[in-house]
């Protein structure tokens, strides 16, 4: 009886310390507010020297037709080349990068960007609610096209992450060269960038010998200078 009555006296006291700690007194329980989102974890993306910093969780060529459907950053996306109309979902933000002033460019603005002189053009918005805006480097032979369909502010966040980082190497796209599929041609533009090259070939009925086909670490990797990309050739 008496270890039943100490038992009942004890959870008493625990219901009356949790209720303490739950009420300020008026009945209105008091509720521990979620600690804040830590900071996004990011990765660099780039062509030579120059790179972007995007979230991990960004898909790469996440798309269809060109067309993002979730989050991404566009390296040499082979969906760009085909087209269908195809409406960019809600809240889908992208960066892309190229070898060329995308479509619609325009200089609206000139500054330097570590030293690199660079070219803005102002982010705006369509119709269809999706904006975008880019930013050049034409001595490095790289534009970053970011759009959303989220927000002005978004893109502009996203163009202000783009930073020079001359101790590392973006294995750069083949599309910068007259013939993308030359090998020659792009084992000349890594040297070029300090980065070793390892040949690796297969034969084919379809392509003509020296046909670039293949790229690994793929274009956009960050490198350290010396670091071997390996090719694969039609021999």
């Known amino acids: 009886m008496l270890a039943s009555a100490a038992a009942a006296i004890t959870v008493l006291a625990v219901i009356g310390v949790t209720n303490a700690l739950s009420s300020n007194g008026s009945g209105t329980l008091i509720t521990t507010p979620e600690p804040p989102p830590g900071p996004v974890a990011m990765r660099m ?13 960004w898909g790469t060529n996440a798309s269809r037709c060109g067309i993002p459907h979730r989050d991404t950053v566009l390296i040499d996306d082979p969906a760009a ?6 409406p960019r ?9 190229g070898t060329d002033p995308p479509s619609g460019f325009r200089v609206d603005e000139t500054f330097t960007l570590n030293g690199v002189p660079a070219e803005r053009r102002r982010t705006t918005c369509a119709s269809d609610g999706v904006c ?11 534009w970053f096209r970011a759009s959303s369909s989220t927000s002005v502010g978004e893109v502009n ?6 930073e020079i980082l001359p101790d590392r190497v973006g294995v750069p796209s083949s599309r910068s060269l007259d013939d993308g599929r030359d090998s ?7 040297r070029e960038l ?15 010998p020296g046909r670039l086909v293949s790229i690994s670490p793929s274009p956009g990797t960050l490198l350290s200078p ?7 050739v039609i021999k």
Do not use: F, N, Q
């Open 132 to 142: 975008w805006g880019a930013v050049g480097l034409p001595s490095l032979h790289v």
């Open 89 to 97: 979902p809600p809240d889908v933000d992208s960066v892309e990068l």
């Open 81 to 86: 080349a085909s087209y269908c109309d195809l």
């Open 157 to 162: 966040d996203i163009l202000a992450r783009i």
């Open 194 to 208: 300090g980065l070793k090259t390892e040949i690796s070939t297969r034969t084919s009925t379809v392509y003509k």
């Open 184 to 190: 020659t041609a792009y084992v000349e533009r890594l």
């Open 226 to 232: 010396g670091e071997t990309v390996t090719l694969t």
């Open 45 to 57: 993306v780039g062509y030579g020297h120059a790179a972007i910093a995007v979230p991990k969780v």
